[in-house]
């Protein structure tokens, strides 16, 4: 199998830079609508509550200028189910917040909040946009997933990345069983070009969302270089599969 697998740049981080000075550049437009021209096949987009990157006026103009997916990453809220609802996206991709976190720490609690999660996956569902549940690869959260209503997980795959023992395992694993329970799979979180490989290999796992290396790997080779190098990688460790 060497079904190609979907690259989901995440462009948070030119945000990030753009904010550093309060001004409009770099623009996370401009870098998204680069990286689509340079083979990404959808973008992702990470409005926090605090907004310390991507702001809503980000949002708006990736929706109204980008011709390829756009993927909202969102907090489990009212807030950003509304604001998802009116700017219908592709795909929401909901995803735990803590106000004083660095980055993303762990997947999605959504065994322990099933009752309030599966109206707002409903919602966002009846609005047309697929939903994705980024989980750790735990078996529980998982079958969660699929109760409540959604159409995908994204294998929060950090753990991996930090060179936890035994993740490659889980992760293989839970991709199985999301497949299994006819979700589609996705993973993200902390890939780089030394670590993407594994990932990429696991036959599920139909796309993978990666952000961080990549932009500040652009810093130094330029975004278009940078994703062509990426999108190479995972087609050669796609190629590997029987
Ligand atoms: C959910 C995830 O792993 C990332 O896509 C998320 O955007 C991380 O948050 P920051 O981009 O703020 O680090
Ligand atoms: N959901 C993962 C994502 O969008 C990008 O994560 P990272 O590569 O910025 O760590």
Do not use: W
């Not at 870098?31 to 987009?45: E, W």
Request: proline share 5%.
């Amino acid at each position: 199998m060497s079904l190609r697998q979907r690259l989901g740049v995440n462009i948070d981080h030119v945000a990030t830079i753009r904010n550093a000075r309060g001004g409009v550049q770099p623009d996370p437009v401009e870098a998204a609508l680069l990286a689509v021209k340079a083979g990404a096949d959808g973008i992702t987009a990470h409005l926090r509550e605090d907004r310390r990157h991507i702001r809503d006026e980000d949002l708006i103009r990736l929706r109204s200028s980008l011709r390829a997916p756009l993927n909202m990453e969102m907090a489990a809220t009212e807030e950003m189910v509304g604001l998802a609802c009116g700017l219908k996206p592709h795909a929401c991709c909901i995803v735990p917040e803590r106000r004083e976190e660095v980055t993303t720490e762990g997947g999605l609690n959504v065994a322990g909040q099933a009752v309030s999660l599966a109206p707002m996956v409903r919602r966002l569902t009846d609005k047309g946009i697929r939903v994705s549940l980024f989980v750790d690869p735990v078996a529980e959260q998982i079958a969660a997933a699929a109760a409540v209503g959604a159409a995908v997980v994204e294998l929060h795959t950090g753990a991996y990345a930090l060179g936890a023992d035994g993740e490659i395992a889980r992760l293989k694993t839970a991709a199985l069983q999301a497949s299994s329970l006819g979700l589609e799979v996705h993973a993200g979180h902390g890939l780089s070009f030394g670590n993407v490989a594994p990932v990429a290999a696991i036959p599920q796992i139909v796309e993978l969302n990666i952000g961080h290396f990549l932009i500040g790997q652009a810093i130094f080779d330029g975004l278009p270089a940078v994703i062509q190098e990426m999108r190479r990688l995972m087609d050669a460790a796609r190629n590997t599969l029987p």
